[in-house]
């Protein structure tokens, strides 16, 4: 780990390459760079299926960290939400295949029509409580990822560490639950330190983009570190003095700049940006 250069705390997701390229063409440019480890984006894995990707990623020598996005289980109506289950039950299998430690679950929004937040909540907890026993037998971890609020009608209802780290206590499952957080869905929340600490122990994977002051899209204009408004250093800083001692985890959805980028470019840039976070001040 203090080898100077090494990148073996870097961890690129592959969303970061937009939607467009496929599981290849966003797995061989890490290798190309020396990046070992990835986040799995599940539409790209579902187009070749879990077999195959598992030996592009065996082929290439970069390790799938996580499973990306599982959960969205808000539906009301009972045979919507029972196919929300089984969808993650094979997104569970799914992560085994490809040797993911952790599936990043979402908690989903609201349905069309539907104006019972609190439903909506309590739903969610209870699809993920009932994936607890299927995570376990799949040796896969949930990691609850809290999204922001500006997201909340579409995506997730989980809008704060506060009630991702009440959800986690209510799941009473520690060896298979933990929390995913990400600092552009965490950096305005006044009480972000204090749910920080109260994290220790549960958080499982960092994820790290930044806002643009001038954001020209609520999800999909995110930056990379450096570029926006949120102290990200600080939150690493917080997140380590938890015991956190994973990766780095780059994950920027930015259909208006890096998408349009070769994946080689962005990745390089991405090495540029984990260095400037971790190398030790001049
Ligand atoms: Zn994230």
Redesign the pocket.
């Known amino acids: 780990m203090s080898n100077h250069g090494d990148l073996g705390g870097l961890c690129v997701?592959q969303i970061s390459f937009g939607l467009e390229h496929d599981f290849a063409a966003c797995t061989e440019p890490l290798a190309r760079a020396g990046v070992g480890l990835t986040a799995v984006w599940h539409d790209k894995l579902a187009k070749i299926g879990a077999a195959r990707a598992a030996r592009i990623l065996r082929d290439s020598g970069v390790a799938a960290v996580s499973l990306?996005p599982g959960g969205i289980l808000t539906q009301r109506a009972e045979t919507e939400f029972r196919a929300a289950l089984e969808r993650n039950r094979r997104m569970l299998a799914d992560a085994a295949e490809i040797g993911a430690a952790t599936m990043?679950t979402i908690s989903g929004g609201l349905d069309e029509g539907e104006r019972d937040i609190r439903f909506a909540r309590d739903r969610a907890l209870e699809g993920l409580t009932r994936l607890v026993p299927e995570a376990r037998a799949a040796g896969v971890k949930l990691a609850l990822?809290p999204l922001s609020p500006v997201t909340c009608a579409t995506r997730g209802v989980l809008t704060t560490t506060a009630l991702t780290n009440d959800w986690w206590e209510a799941m009473d499952a520690p060896d298979v639950v933990g929390i995913?957080l990400?600092s552009?869905?965490i950096w305005w929340d006044p009480g972000i330190m204090d749910q920080i600490a109260r994290a220790a122990g549960r958080i499982l994977?960092l994820?790290l983009?930044d806002w643009r002051r001038d954001t020209r899209d609520l999800r999909f204009d995110r930056g990379m570190p450096g570029d926006g408004v949120i102290d990200i250093p600080g939150l690493i800083g917080a997140v380590r003095a938890t015991g956190f001692t994973g990766p780095l985890?780059f994950?920027l959805f930015s259909a208006l700049d890096w998408w349009q980028r070769a994946p080689d470019e962005t990745v390089a840039e991405i090495v540029r940006r984990y260095r400037t976070l971790t190398e030790p001040p001049a």
């Open positions: 997701h990306c990043v990822e995913a990400d552009y869905a994977n994820h983009a985890e994950e």
